[in-house]
């Protein structure tokens, strides 16, 4: 069994809110971001020019000027380019909004350019002005008072579980007012994600929650996971990807402790999501992390004129959308 040196150790970056609000706001020409994560605290990307790269769990996306990506509790990312870009970066704690961290801790967010469907289009708009919107707000006056910093956090943390958590969607579009199997669904999901490493099964998890197991089967074609199997697959893999970076276990002992029966399902699954072997995942992340930190956070007079400019060509390509 081929063991690998741990890579690296995955830090819970520590957010430099302003002022004791839940917001952290950066406007910068990012180069290179190390892998982290943020355990309470969702990450908006939005790029006013250029491109800028990101590698999130099992997405490698690179956004062109306007395009925005979500990142969400936990995920693991980095951030680069090799070409000059204004980055705008929003952080919000989800500790300190008006919902429940339990309920946000199990939301499915999906705020991004890459999926929005045609429906969410006005909404994601709306999302991009609350995020220019609060930066701009911050870096004329060099701050936030606590009421506009507390409404605008609440006004962005609910537009995002509103419009962009995939379950509502699943609710919503097409016409489904099930709530309750929504909320059961959550349920499932929840239990899975704690349980992953166990034997899990349709029939159990739909006997668990008093759903028809057809009933459930079908449900669970409607989210991004296409079924029962896909999704259990995908939480399997998706906290493999730490054993991959923070240990020296080898495949075999990973694919085990996370709950396959055989590695080559491990492969099979994580091929699928990640669009790479466990092997060359390990192998990108030890290359990536040569290369140093940079990222230049434009001064409080440049990011006025950066976003002053960049708003007034939004406001005026959206104006009659």
């Known amino acids: 069994m081929r063991k690998s040196s741990p890579i690296l150790n995955i830090p819970d ?6 002022d004791g609000t839940p917001l952290a706001i950066t406007i910068a020409n990012i180069r290179h971001i190390q892998p982290h994560i943020h355990s309470k605290a969702t990450e908006f990307v939005f790029c006013l020019k250029g491109r800028v790269s990101l590698v999130c ?3 490698n996306i690179t956004l062109q000027e306007g395009e925005m ?15 000059d870009n204004v ?11 008006n919902m429940p961290f339990d309920f946000l801790s199990q939301a499915y967010i999906a705020c991004e350019d890459l999926s929005c469907k045609d429906f969410q289009r006005k909404d994601l708009e709306q999302m991009k002005y609350y995020l220019l919107s609060v930066a701009f707000a911050y870096v004329k006056k060099g701050g936030f008072d606590s009421d506009y910093a507390t409404t605008a956090s609440n006004t962005i943390a ?19 007012d099930n709530k309750n199997l929504v909320e059961r669904f959550r349920s499932i999901y929840e239990y ?4 992953y490493s166990e034997k899990l099964s349709i029939s159990m998890l739909a006997e668990k929650v008093h759903i028809n197991e057809n009933y459930f089967s079908q449900f669970v074609k409607k989210s991004p996971y296409g079924n029962c199997s896909m999704m259990v697959g995908y939480m399997r893999c998706y906290n493999a990807q730490t054993l991959l970076l ?34 060359s995942f390990r192998e990108w992340f030890a290359d990536y992390i040569k290369k140093p930190e940079n990222i230049h956070c434009f001064s409080g007079e440049e990011s006025v004129s950066l976003l002053a400019s960049y ?3 939004f406001m005026a390509s959206h104006i009659f959308i």
């Not at 970056?13 to 302003?18: A, F, L, R, S």
């Not at 980055?87 to 909004?97: E, G």
């Not at 537009?159 to 489904?176: A, G, N, Q, V």
């Not at 491990?266 to 072997?277: D, E, G, S």
């Open 87 to 97: 980055t705008l970066l929003v952080q919000l704690d989800l500790t300190k909004v």
């Open 246 to 279: 923070t240990t020296d276990k080898s495949i075999i002992e990973i694919s085990g402790a996370c709950g396959f029966s055989d590695d080559k399902y491990f492969y099979k699954h994580f091929k699928y999501w990640w669009r790479i072997t466990p092997t």
């Open 311 to 313: 708003i007034s060509e």
């Open 13 to 18: 970056e520590p957010v430099n809110y302003i």
């Open 192 to 195: 899975c994600y704690n349980h």
């Open 69 to 83: 990506f979500t990142i969400y509790l936990d995920d693991l990312h980095c951030i680069f380019s090799n070409e």
């Open 57 to 59: 769990n099992h997405e």
């Open 158 to 176: 609910n537009h995002m579980c509103e419009y962009f958590d995939w379950l509502s969607l699943i609710s919503k579009y097409p016409p489904h």
